[in-house]
């Protein structure tokens, strides 16, 4: 289980973000909404650890990730979390399947070749393994971007902003997407967005 408490950061002469305790159980899918500005990038780079609160606690499966070492907190994301940032970071002379390999290599995660197929298929890009990013349409590179997130096995895959530049028929199939059973543990994802239209989907909704 994923849970804050009392988070507050500030960037370098910026004024400080207060969060909501939010609380992630097993299985659960969360939705963290919030126009521009709010903090939803700030708090999903909390979570994850790539930024550390000036005060609170972040406890995720029991450990406190803010008391952590930033090596302790980059293996941990490494091993539990999977990250789709708002643009797409793909090692562009690697092919879709290579980059894949790559994510499980450095996540520190033995290669499972069975897995990446198995997510491949699933999200109807297996046809697609051999090409490079820069040749997928935007629709194959946000699938892709799904399955480089789910190459480690996550326990929570953190989304930012995965749908606002998509329309209504290609949000409903990303929704689709995520609902799909990719692996034999419950995956939690959390996706930070303005979206209005994801809030029917997701019963957990936190307001920044």
């Not at 000036?54 to 999977?82: C, P």
């Not at 793909?90 to 996540?107: H, R």
Request: some cysteine; glycine content about 8%; charged content about 20%.
């Amino acid at each position: 289980m994923l849970t804050t408490h009392s988070l507050i950061f500030q960037y370098p002469s910026g004024t400080p973000f207060s969060f909501p305790d939010l609380q992630c159980k097993p299985g659960n899918n969360l939705l963290i909404l919030g126009e521009s500005g709010s903090g939803k990038t700030t708090l999903l780079h909390l979570l994850s650890g790539i930024l550390t609160p000036q005060s609170g606690d972040i406890d995720a499966d029991g450990i406190k990730l803010n008391q952590l070492k930033m090596t302790e907190r980059d293996a941990f994301r490494g091993k539990h979390m999977g990250m789709i940032f708002q643009k797409h970071f793909f090692m562009e002379g690697l092919s879709v399947f290579e980059n894949l390999k790559a994510a499980q290599k450095l996540s520190g995660s033995a290669t499972d070749i069975h897995h990446l197929d198995q997510v491949m298929v699933k999200l109807g890009i297996k046809n697609l393994s051999r090409k490079k990013p820069y040749k997928l349409s935007q629709g194959e590179q946000q699938r892709f971007s799904i399955a480089r997130a789910l190459a480690n096995k996550p326990s929570y895959v953190l989304a930012d902003e995965p749908t606002s530049s998509l329309d209504d028929r290609n949000c409903e199939k990303f929704i689709e997407l995520i609902r799909l059973p990719f692996t034999g543990k419950p995956v939690s994802w959390i996706i930070a967005t303005h979206d209005q239209r994801l809030k029917k989907y997701f019963p957990n909704i936190y307001e920044l």
